[in-house]
């Protein structure tokens, strides 16, 4: 999945925090709602403005930076 369609980084929005194109919610928050064992429905549910591909996107974008996270370390 390609989430640079679906998340973005501005230094004016929650102060450049990667965030859900079109809204404030940040990929921090989401992933904190995932981990705590909301379901996608229940992020839907607590933010209307965002879509399943959104929440998708932002799974996507946790794994690639976990990815070069760890290629970085091995470097």
Do not use: W
């Amino acid at each position: 999945m390609n989430y640079e369609e679906h998340i973005v980084r501005d230094a004016n929005i929650c102060g450049g925090e990667p965030v859900l194109k079109g809204t404030r919610v940040t990929v921090r928050t989401v992933l904190a709602s995932l981990a705590e064992g909301a379901s996608t429905q229940d992020i839907l549910d607590d933010f209307p403005t965002l879509t399943e591909r959104a929440v998708r996107a932002v799974i996507a974008f946790a794994a690639a930076s976990a990815e070069e996270d760890l290629s970085q370390s091995h470097s």
